[in-house]
């Protein structure tokens, strides 16, 4: 299988570079599922689609799946996903906007965004000491 890649925006490929950031979150749907997301797998992590940053490498590690923001961080510590967080309820905030901004707005309360059904996929990115 080819390798898997991974487009984001500048502020999670330099958390990626840095090392403080190692798990991935997406949306289930076409290429995210645990038949492309496999442990093992080599992945390519490129800053959008610019070519203008050397891409990061790496390699599938552990893959979970969540049906809500609780469920995800019942499974994977929050500062593995969202370092900058500080904390869960700060990262659980990020995750509300990063997953329900413009959609899903119009549930009330804190607690209801976290445990709103949307199926997730989590991924540890395990970087390659030396890129290609």
């Given at each position: 299988?080819?390798r ?6 500048r ?21 995210w ?14 800053l ?15 893959v979970?799946?969540?049906s ?13 996903v969202m370092?900058?967080a500080?904390n869960?309820e ?13 959609d ?15 199926d997730l ?12």
């Open positions: 299988m080819d898997l890649f991974v487009p984001m925006c502020r999670q490929f330099l958390l990626f570079q840095s090392g403080s950031k190692t798990f991935e979150v997406r949306q289930r749907g076409r290429q599922t645990r038949q492309f997301v496999t442990q093992g797998r080599q992945v390519e992590i490129r959008g689609y610019s070519k203008s940053y050397k891409p990061l490498w790496g390699t599938v590690g552990l979970y799946e969540a809500s923001i609780n469920e995800l961080f019942d499974k994977v510590p929050f500062d593995k370092p900058v500080g869960l700060t990262a659980k905030m990020f995750a509300r906007h990063e997953f329900f901004f413009g899903q707005c119009h549930i009330e309360g804190l607690e209801a965004f976290n445990s709103t059904k949307i996929i989590a991924f540890e990115v395990i970087m390659n000491k030396v890129n290609p």
